[in-house]
């Protein structure tokens, strides 16, 4: 976005009322609920996941046990519907209780309405079913002046926002079209005849530019980016969506508390995000602090002290472009052809030797013909490093590290400079190393070669940071960084002896069986190369 769609918040001290609702058993705050996702837009083009968004965070929110879940989806989340049911819960919920807002759909970007109320005077659009450019649907729009009019009315109460949209932007990396480009939710329109949606009164506009401190707003993407729909459990979704329906249901409750505290939801749907789509899309949050501040309760009763058990291998599926898949499965283990219905999570291009995965980057390549025996090796390695990253997901879900590159994600070419991060530990053992697309190990620390000595300790409090230059083979890099309350000495020692060779598929065995039980977090972070 290129501004807010809701007032700054202050970082002020949460309504006492809600804090003691949130933290007090049987006095606990009620949770409210208005969630809306649009798939089917009339004039406008059309999405896929946005109605799987909006019945996964409905059920979530039932599932966690709130009073009242209003659910509006395609044509029923016409924009009477939505005022009405707002109020509706604004009538039913008390000053203490809790509201948690979400909308999946299109958004868009249009002149203010009010002069001289936009920085960059343009306002943010959330664009209903019925919406057009003319006639009776220009009314279907809500503008960010009146969703800063609704959180206004909605004080005290606590509101949680979740905008999975996005109103303009560009792709972090291009994305390859073998794999299945869902779209964006992003609608690009001209202007509006005869509209017949009233502009705001300069009041409203007035809140939108003003503090307020009972709102928390989860936006899909920062400015800049586009809000992709992508393929999760083989369904589409939106990434931000699906991280909040799993939070709610106590993925993000790091410290078992039974509340979800801003910097638990922050952390876990900026990591969860970050690794569902490979570092395209970079949730954000307002306002920035306040990570103690109790948000909302949560499902779980219990800490996640230690790594849980570590994901069996799944079967990938995967599609030869122009070619035989069910044959290319046979031959290689751990895959499985890929239906005509689902994006493969790897597709292969003999033409080329590209690999693809599902998010639309290409990963490796691997030319030669399918019946040659050292292409289906070279592929198998390729798959054994995804399996790997797919076991990885599972476990990072719960216990992530914050891994970020510096200065961004795009395709990084030879000769490139970034900067690996790794932060949001509280245990001080450090232990990394990358994989290459080929699968090849590096073990990257600690190291005790005779020329260097690194301390097996890192601080907490501030990331680690590791500067590193882009060399070939070019594709999917992932580091892969484990911090713990003891020395791994013994994995340690095992890394040290795959260093320098295609071993993927040892190095899930060996996590899995030196990090069971370990009171450990772990993260990953894939770094894309092209040739020069």
């Keep these: 976005m290129s501004k807010r769609l809701f007032p700054t918040v202050r970082a002020a001290g949460l309504v006492a009322a809600v804090t003691a609702g949130l933290l007090s058993g049987a006095a606990r ?6 969630v809306i996702g649009i798939d089917d837009y ?13 019945r996964d ?11 009242d879940v209003v659910l509006l989806t395609n044509a029923a989340a016409e924009r009477g519907a939505i005022i009405a049911a707002w109020d509706r819960l604004l009538a039913n919920s008390r000053p203490d209780d809790v509201l948690v807002l979400s909308y999946a759909g299109h958004g868009g970007q249009e002149p203010e309405h009010v002069k001289g109320s936009e920085e960059d005077g343009l306002d943010e659009v959330l664009l209903l079913a019925g919406f057009d450019t003319k006639g009776p649907g220009t009314a279907q729009r809500i503008i960010d002046d009146e969703i800063a009019e609704m959180m206004q009315r909605a004080a005290p109460r606590r509101v949680i926002f979740v905008s999975d949209a996005c109103h303009s932007g560009t792709m972090t990396r291009s994305f390859d079209r073998r794999a299945g480009a869902l779209g964006t939710r992003f609608a690009a329109y001209g202007a509006i005849e005869d509209d017949a949606l009233p502009p705001p009164p300069r009041e409203a506009a007035l809140i939108e530019r003003n503090d307020q401190e009972h709102v928390t707003f989860f936006a899909a993407v920062a400015e800049n980016e586009l809000a992709p729909e992508v393929y999760i459990d083989n369904q589409p979704r939106g990434a931000l969506s699906w991280a909040f329906a799993r939070a709610l249901r106590g993925n993000a409750d790091r410290d078992g508390d039974g509340v979800l505290s801003k910097g638990e939801l922050e952390a876990f749907i900026q990591e969860t995000v970050r690794m569902k789509v490979a570092g395209r899309q970079h949730p954000q949050v307002q306002p920035t602090g306040r990570g103690t501040q109790p948000l909302l309760p949560s499902r779980s009763t219990a800490a996640a002290a230690a790594i849980p058990n570590f994901p069996a291998p799944r079967p990938l599926s995967l599609r030869v472009m122009g070619g035989d898949s069910v044959a290319m499965a046979a031959a290689l283990h751990g895959v499985r052809p890929a239906s005509d219905s689902e994006t493969a999570r790897l597709l292969w291009d003999p033409t080329t030797g590209d690999v ?16 040659d025996q050292a292409t289906l090796e070279r592929l198998q390695r390729v798959v054994d490093k995804w399996t790997l990253i797919d076991r990885l997901e599972g476990i990072a879900e719960r216990r992530s590290l914050s891994l970020a590159l510096k200065p961004d994600d795009h395709a990084y070419r030879k000769g490139e400079t970034f900067a ?6 509280s245990q001080t053992y450090f232990t990394l190393i990358n994989i290459g697309y080929d699968g090849t190990v590096n073990f990257l620390y600690p190291q005790d070669s005779g020329q260097i000595h690194d301390p097996l300790q890192i601080a907490t409090g501030k990331p680690y940071a590791l500067t590193l230059k882009v060399d070939p083979p070019f594709g999917a890099d992932h580091f892969v960084a484990i911090t713990s309350a003891t020395p791994l000495t013994e994995l340690h ?4 002896a795959l260093d320098g060779q295609p071993a993927a598929a040892k190095v899930g065995e060996l996590l899995a069986r030196h990090l069971q039980g370990k009171a450990a977090e772990i993260g990953w972070h894939g770094v894309y190369t092209v040739g020069p």
């Design 42 to 54: 009339q004039h406008i083009n059309k999405l896929h996941g946005a109605v799987n968004d909006a």
């Design 493 to 496: 020692r095992d890394l040290a």
């Design 29 to 34: 705050a009620d949770m409210f609920g208005l």
């Design 356 to 371: 693809v995965a599902s998010q639309g980057d290409v990963v490796g390549n691997v030319p030669g013909k399918p019946t």
């Design 57 to 67: 965070i409905a059920d979530a929110l039932t599932a966690g046990g709130a009073k």
């Design 420 to 425: 690996l991060t790794v932060g949001g530990h």
